[in-house]
């Protein structure tokens, strides 16, 4: 058994892809029409099979293998109306033109195998004998739905029909006001290929929409021939546009254009007819091969479309007035449903194989379905969700409002006092900080004031303690003699303050020029005086003599104010020093040093000049101990001991 292919699935289940979704395949029901009465008369047989919901099987009369399509769904004769309704997705078409998509459904077979009956129902029975319900066709359907749908939005929607028919490749208005006349054709980049001048007809209810399709029938082209008394002899089009604006809100467009928005188009297409089967003559025979002319320009375009190749170039969409008017739904951005018609009887199977390679073809036509692009024509259901949601949350919000109001001003209230107090217990925080700080420099200042007192007089001690150390070391040298003279006395009076005060006379101790008390490291000659192992342990191996007191201002880098450049000013400075070191004992005033080694870190709060003189003064009261007890016994000094006599030279 030969199949030829078909997508799986349901027909719409590739239609709902988005604005420019991927390619989606033109989808393609099968309905059988049943046995007609004269055909079951004629004793004809039936040629096709339904196997399940979507394969057909097709058996030739006089033999031969079995041929297999398979389609989006496969009706048989046995389903009605309403099956055919719902089971050819033209529901989910309907979404998809309320959310802005072109979308288009027609029929396609030879002339009475039902197109008309599917899309319409029968034709009225007698003059004024309305079509029983249950056998309305598919437009009739889709209208009851849409509008029963559009009621349900809870949004504007305006809702617009044209109505027209391709008769001998002319365009006529099955709703003009006056007679219908010819209109032409016109193509531009925005509309693609339209009717010019077409009437498009709004309307407000179900009512309203079915008189406008009666109307259209009641003017569309039809005749009697063999296989049909009521043969359509025309391509019917009758289009509705879904905008989502009210008519106040909408642009204004060229007379005859259409509102921008969705579309649902509905085609019947005239059936295809042999005019040798038919019997057609005339005026029939004319209308049969211009019928037939189009068809044939429209599965040519469809052959075309399948071509990936030949799609990207030239398709003959001109060929025919039916190809232009339905170009945007074979190949542009249209999402399109074909209902392939055939009639069962083994008399209509060269026909009816026709039809169904025609729909085997078409299924395999794609479109690139394309979503409204202004804002304005947003999708509805789009719309009814998120007006839903919005006026959900603007009650919330309001109830919301009404209860926390109150609350919401005490609140704000209370965050400012709070913030207000918080300013001002910051700035509170901030005073009292700054007085403590105030306070702990203070007290940082005179605890430095009095490292600085401490520094001075250990500095004092320091020297004092010097002095003795040199006139002990001389004094009790072994084999000296009587002291020699002083300097100051042997020799001339040098410029001010170059004597020297080590030496036991007490003019020493005043510069005999101008008789202001000198220090001894105001000598000139000091360094000769002093023991050398003192000087080389001062701090950074610099000359006691080079070093200046430790309570002189620092020497500025580059200045040439240096220790032995000082002007009179600065020794001024060193007066009250002067008169302290006349005494004969110093005593330390300065407080405890902290307990531990002597190497230890020093304190921050006197500095570090405090340890080391501490150190320093140490050092001295043990050499002067150690000295003091060798001249008593004046023991020989022993080789290697540090002696001061050993570096000192005589005065
Ligand atoms: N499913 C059906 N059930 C019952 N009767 C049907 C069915 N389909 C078609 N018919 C009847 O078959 C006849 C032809 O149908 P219809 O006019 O719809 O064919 P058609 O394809 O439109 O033909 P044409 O192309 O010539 O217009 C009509 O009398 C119609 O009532």
Redesign the pocket.
Known sequence: MEERGSPDGDPARNLEQGPEGPETPIQVVLRV??M?AAELRRGEQSALHCSGTRTLQVSPPGGGPDVAFRFGAVLD?TRTQEDVFRASGVRRLGELALRGFSCTVFTF?Q????????LTG?PPQGEGVPVPPSLAGIMQRTFAWLLDRVQHLGAPVTLHASYLEIYNEQVRDLLSLGSPRPLPVRWNKTRGFYVEQLRVVEFGNLEALMELLQMGLSRRRSSAHTL?????RSHALLTLYISHQTPQQMPLVDPGEPPAGGKLCFVDL??SEKVAATGSRGELMLEANSINRSLLALGHCISLLLDPQRKQSHIPFRDSKLTKLLADSLGGRGVTLMVA?VSPSAQCLPETLSTLRYASRAQRVTTRPQGPKSPLAKPPLCLETELLQLREENCRLRSQLGQMDPKASSLAGARVAWAQRNLYGMLQEFMLENERLRKEKRQLQSSRDLARDEQRVLAQQVHELERRLLSACYLHQPGSGPAPPCPCVMTPPPPCHALPPLCSCSCCHLCPLCRAPLAHWACPQRELHIPQMFVSKAPGDVPLSARPPPWAPPCSPGSAKCSRERSHSDWTQTRVLAEMLTKEEVIPSAPPLPAGPLNTSPVPRGGAAVPNLARRLEALRDQIGSSLRRGRSQPPLSEGTRSPSRVLPPC
Request: proline letters at 9%.
């Open positions: 029409r049943p007609s004769g077979g002339t009475g195998s039902g197109k008309t009956y599917t029968p049909n008394q009521a043969s359509s005239a059936g018609c």
